[in-house]
């Protein structure tokens, strides 16, 4: 199973690197929309969808959250793109897993008609009534960004499964078994993982439950700023959030060589995944061109 690494939302938030940890300067950070491309025997699956095409999206987001996270929409970047880029129609896009509804993950969602979209029935249930918090519900979920979308599969928030110490999801209608839900609520109601038996160890894509590479791995959670903000302005469920949070912290620590686990929106963590992969990094080095040199990462 070949899994390609995508950056298909380039944002620039205020704040720098109180924001992101990274960037230079206090103005503006710089944090990515990683999705995954996964080549399987029953057809492509796409692993959230990021951001849709510019003058789409500007009509469908929050004008918060454009201020907020300062989206920089570019075209090449979307899913659709680098989909057509690495070769395939979108077309044979058949599956598509969404981490949680939030409107940086499900902008792209409607360019695979084709598509069912699987995710947690809790997720799709809060998203459609807009309930996500009582400032941020209305702006954080955008039904018309998949309101047109015709095939769902819904699934319960776990079904006492185990993997890894987490409860999961297996036999995801119309995929190959090696791709499980893994339910994380907190960041919203519905939120889950996404798991990938590879045939070489397994992915876990934890969506949202954190945001910095500093969050897992080590003892202490370390993060800036900025970023605790963030979460903090879009949980449902502090509880939830900081208990499933210590759980992948805690299976990063036992596991290291069993499970690689990354976050939606780490650039340093998708910079290094994508780089070691099989060079599907071009979202990257695309951005990386439209900018003076100064301005790219701080490694
Ligand atoms: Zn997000």
């Not at 058949?94 to 499900?106: K, P, Q």
């Not at 370390?222 to 903000?229: A, V």
Request: aromatic content about 8%; proline content about 5%; glycine content about 10%.
């Amino acid at each position: 199973m070949k899994v390609h690494h995508l950056n298909c939302g380039t944002c620039c938030p205020w704040g720098g690197r109180l924001f992101d940890g990274e960037s230079h300067g206090l103005l503006q950070g710089h944090i990515v929309c990683h999705c995954l491309l996964v080549e399987t025997d029953r057809g492509l699956v796409l692993v959230d969808t990021g951001y849709g095409h510019r003058q789409l999206e500007l009509r469908r987001l929050s004008k918060f959250f454009q201020l907020l996270n300062q989206p920089q929409l570019i075209e090449g970047e979307t899913a659709v793109a680098q989909v057509r880029r690495l070769g395939f129609d979108p077309a044979d896009v058949r599956h598509i897993v969404i981490t949680h509804l939030d409107f940086d993950h499900a902008g792209g969602i409607e360019d695979f008609p084709n598509a069912t979209v699987h995710l947690t029935a809790r997720e799709k249930e809060v998203a459609d009534e807009q309930r996500g918090g009582a400032f941020v519900g209305t702006r954080r979920y955008r039904p018309q960004q998949w309101d047109e979308m015709e095939r769902w599969a819904l699934y319960p928030m776990g079904r006492g499964e185990p993997w890894m110490g987490f409860d999961c999801v297996r036999d995801l209608e119309g995929l190959p078994p090696e791709i499980l839900l893994v339910p994380l609520a907190g960041h919203t109601w519905g939120h889950s993982g996404v798991a990938i038996d590879t045939g070489g160890g397994w992915l876990l894509y934890a969506g949202d439950a954190y945001f910095h590479h500093g969050e897992i791995g080590r003892q202490h959670r370390r993060c800036p700023p900025g970023m605790r903000f963030y979460q903090d302005l879009m949980e449902v469920d502090r509880e939830a959030r900081i208990t499933n949070q210590k759980r992948l912290r805690r299976l990063s620590l036992d596991r290291p060589r069993e499970v690689e686990i990354f976050c939606a929106h780490d650039r340093a963590e998708f910079d290094r995944i994508a780089q070691a992969g099989d060079g599907d990094e071009r979202p990257l080095t695309q951005w990386r061109e439209r900018r003076p040199p100064e301005r790219t990462f701080v490694r």
